[in-house]
Nanobody, 126 residues
Framework: QVQLVESGGGSVQAGGSLRLSCAAS????????MGWFRQAPGKERTFVAG????????DYADSVKGRFTISRDNANNMVSLQMNSLKPEDTAVYFC???????????????????WGQGIQVTVSS
């Protein structure tokens, strides 16, 4: 399994932008579907966005569609999440996750993902 490390979190005012990055090591990154999940205090960890192994398909939670963009760079073993027009309700710990799969679709279910980063805090103030 790949090891994943997130970076790029922080605090921003509503309407602002942040870019999260996730660096992968120790596995064949190009064979992994990659996802971003988030967990707010007292709530379950939920799917935010995902991208297939070759970048051919992406999927987004309805709450972030049109504001967030997921992308990947297989040459450099990186996946990113560009977050624009941030809202206070986007405040959460964000997790990068990987599922070794050459499927043409993105899985939204958390148990499918076997590799997880440690999480990174994103705080959006009003």
């Amino acid at each position: 399994q790949v090891q994943l490390v997130e970076s790029g979190g922080g605090s921003v005012q509503a309407g602002g932008s942040l870019r999260l990055s996730c660096a992968a090591s120790g596995g064949t990154f190009s064979t992994y579907t990659m996802g971003w999940f988030r967990q707010a205090p007292g709530k379950e960890r939920t799917f935010v966005a995902g991208i297939t192994w070759n970048g051919g398909h992406t999927d987004y939670a309805d709450s972030v569609k049109g504001r967030f963009t997921i992308s990947r760079d297989n040459a450099n073993n990186m996946v990113s999440l560009q977050m624009n027009s941030l809202k206070p309700e986007d405040t959460a710990v964000y997790f990068c996750a990987g599922s070794q799969s050459l499927s043409g679709s993105v899985a939204r279910m958390r148990p499918v993902y076997k590799s997880w980063g440690q999480g990174i805090q994103v705080t959006v103030s009003s």
